[in-house]
Nanobody, 122 residues
Framework: QLVESGGGLVQAGASLRLSCTASGRTIARYAMGWCRQAPGKEREFVATISWSGGSVYYADSVKGRFTISRDNAKNTVYLQMNSLKPEDTAVYYC???????WGKGPLEYDYRGQGTQVTVSS
């Protein structure tokens, strides 16, 4: 089970840190990622990180503003989001894929959390 936290309502330019904690299994053997879905839009990748943390991928829309990281000892993945924009408003999902490196896709996963809402006002 993946449980996200840290979402909320913020103004443009603010920061949020999302966390995703796994229970019942270790994330150490999974590449992890964050994807998001805004109303009326398709789900899209935001960022992925390899099982070791040595390889990361970011969507062009968030590159330079978001940072994905992981702490396998805490069974937790993070998404630091800076300089938030209204277009970042979406439900953010934590996802896990049983592979060492995920890169930019495909957006196919073995586990997904329930999601946390991020709303950025202008």
């Amino acid at each position: 089970q993946l449980v996200e936290s840290g979402g909320g309502l913020v103004q443009a330019g603010a920061s949020l840190r999302l966390s995703c904690t796994a229970s019942g299994r270790t994330i150490a053997r999974y590449a992890m990622g964050w994807c998001r879905q805004a109303p009326g839009k398709e789900r899209e990748f935001v960022a992925t990180i390899s099982w070791s943390g040595g390889s990361v991928y970011y969507a062009d829309s968030v590159k330079g503003r978001f940072t994905i990281s992981r702490d396998n000892a805490k069974n937790t993945v993070y998404l630091q989001m800076n300089s938030l924009k209204p277009e970042d408003t979406a439900v953010y999902y934590c996802v896990a894929r049983a592979t060492t490196t995920w890169g930019k896709g495909p957006l196919e996963y073995d586990y997904r959390g329930q999601g946390t809402q991020v709303t950025v006002s202008s």
